[in-house]
């Protein structure tokens, strides 16, 4: 598991643990991790000497790490050359030390460039780039062909603590990261810019204070929680997921989410609804009823995709509400829950609630978009609703009611097509009724779901039924030594 921090969180640390250094090591430390990514990019592209390097240079300490590092390629025979967003407050050890090396401030682009630094902004950034910053990065995305940009710390432009991106932003190959994550490297639009995070260590990890701004599962994580039968498990007590989705105007919605459900670690999958005469012939190990009240007991209830609006639905979601295990409530149970009649319902659940909206969803029940601050957005709705939300996107954001929360690392494009936020919704209900808590069932499902759509996609374009075919060597990648099975020797 990664942690990230926020930028109050970064800076205090980093006080803390100046207060105990001579002044300066920190910058170097950081610069010299910064050089050395930068000459691993330049060895990649033919070499180091006499390679030509252009630093964007801010005026605080994001672009001092830029020209210390500039200083140290320099010194390895690379022509540096600096662009000044200020040159009045462009750091000026910084400036001394690049110098010395050889290197040199630039009055205009040069023609020739084999990697750009953008040392325009760090965590100091407010706002939307302006003035002589705005310049430079315009300058630098109409550049053809588009230099190889490495990223000091964050890319310039950015909202560090939110993953927003205001207005024109440094679109980075590689971003080196001083001590710690932050939300912009790994949540919104920002964490796109980033493209690919390295983090440097300057050794603030043990000063930082308070929990984290948000988690990143790693594959370790994801299958130290993935639920294996122990060697007396039956069907019942691995967990008995219900299905409630779709309908006979949308029956897709049912095949669909009954395959993630399948798919997960639950011993058995119940559906109830009026495509029941459907699912069995295409999931024959399902159970079916027309009804929820007539599908005999579950661990787990989902419900929603498909479900459509009327009264019926409206009444098979209240009976989801009104039953006393985790419910997972997506699409149309969303929408449901709009007008509000249904919210003492939700808001005094004892068990367990998941919400799993995309971004419309999200603005009908919460009355705003997301905004800015997904992250924010979907604690708030977490908080308001007492349950886990599941915000869909490109960096599935999952938070709990008590603040936590997570961002899902495993996303691809590809997953961008209809039904696959059924598949999603089937497979965490089965994680739920396998007796995962409800906020770790939301990031090993959108985690696997993420990894599907990944395997999906190297066989070309992708439907929903491709996902969740994949959900089986997605779940398989991560679990190739399942416990609970004794292993057979020969003898
Ligand atoms: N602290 C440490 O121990 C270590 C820190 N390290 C490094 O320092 C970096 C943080 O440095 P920092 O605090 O100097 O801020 P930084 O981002 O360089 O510049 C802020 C200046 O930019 C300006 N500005 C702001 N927003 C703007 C905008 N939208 N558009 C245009 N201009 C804007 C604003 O100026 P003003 O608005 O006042 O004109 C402000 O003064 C950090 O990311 C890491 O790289 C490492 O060396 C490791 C040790
Ligand atoms: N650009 C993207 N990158 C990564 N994942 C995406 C992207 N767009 C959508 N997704 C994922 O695809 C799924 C779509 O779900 P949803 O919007 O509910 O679709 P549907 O209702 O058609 O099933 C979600 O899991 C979402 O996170």
């Known amino acids: ?63 001092g790490d830029a020209l210390f590092a500039g200083a140290m390629l320099a010194r390895q025979g690379v022509q540096v050359g600096a662009l000044l967003g200020d040159p009045d407050r462009a750091h000026a050890e910084g400036l001394a030390a690049l110098r010395g090396a050889g290197g040199r401030v630039l009055a205009d682009w040069p023609k020739r460039i084999d990697l750009v630094v953008d040392g325009l902004l760090g965590i100091g950034a407010t706002g939307a780039l302006r003035g002589t910053a705005l310049t430079l990065a315009e300058q630098l995305a109409e550049r053809t062909p588009r230099p190889v940009v490495i990223a000091v710390d964050v890319p310039s432009g ?42 440097v260590d300057i050794g603030i990890v043990p000063h930082l204070v308070g929990d984290p701004a948000l988690r990143v599962a790693d594959t370790a994580d994801i299958a130290a929680w993935w639920p294996h039968p122990g060697p007396v498990s039956d069907k019942y007590t691995r967990g008995v997921v219900g299905v409630a989705t779709g309908s006979a105007g949308y029956p897709g919605a049912a095949l669909l989410s009954l395959s993630g459900a399948l798919a997960g670690p639950a011993g058995l999958v119940r559906y109830a609804g009026s495509a029941h005469e ?25 419900c929603g995709s498909g479900l459509g609006t009327d009264d019926r639905a409206a009444a098979e979601v209240r009976g989801v509400l009104a039953a006393p295990v985790p419910a997972l409530l997506d699409a149309d149970a969303i929408t449901l829950l709009v007008d509000g009649s249904m919210s003492s319902e939700l808001r005094s659940r004892d068990a367990p609630t998941v919400l799993t909206p995309h971004d419309r969803e999200y603005a009908r029940l ?18 308001w609703t007492r349950s886990v939300v599941l915000l869909k996107g490109d960096r599935t954001v999952v938070a709990g009611p008590s603040g936590e929360a997570w961002v899902n690392p495993t996303g691809t494009p ?9 598949v999603l919704s089937g497979l ?12 770790r069932a939301a990031v090993v499902a959108a985690y696997i779901h993420g990894l599907a759509g990944r395997i999906a996609a190297t066989s070309g374009p992708v439907t929903a039924v491709d996902v969740a075919a994949a959900l089986r060597p997605a779940i398989a990648s991560l679990t190739r030594t399942p416990t609970g099975t004794a292993p057979v020797r020969p003898t």
């Open 428 to 439: 965490l209900g089965s994680l739920l009724a396998a007796g995962l808590p409800a906020i």
């Open 278 to 302: 459907i699912v069995v012939p295409a999931h024959p190990s399902v159970i079916a009823a027309p009804r929820m009240a007539e599908a005999g007991r579950v661990q787990a209830w989902v």
């Open 158 to 199: 950015v909202g560090v603590d939110t993953g927003d991106v205001p207005g024109t932003a440094i679109h980075a190959d590689v971003t080196v990261a001083f001590g710690c994550l932050k939300p912009a490297h790994v949540v919104g639009p920002a964490a796109v810019l980033a493209g690919q995070v390295e983090l």
């Open 1 to 63: 598991m990664r942690s990230v921090y926020r930028v109050a969180q970064v800076r205090s640390a980093e006080s803390a643990l100046m207060a105990t250094l001579p002044a300066g090591t920190l910058m170097q430390r950081a610069a010299a991790g910064l050089a050395r990514r930068c000459a691993v990019t330049l060895r990649g592209q033919g070499g180091v000497y006499a390679s030509r390097v252009v630093l964007l240079v801010g005026p605080g300490d994001n672009g």
């Open 414 to 422: 590809a997953l961008a097509t209809g039904g696959t936020g059924d």
């Open 366 to 383: 919460a009355g705003a978009d997301p905004g800015a601050d997904r992250v924010a957005a979907a604690q708030k709705l977490a908080s």
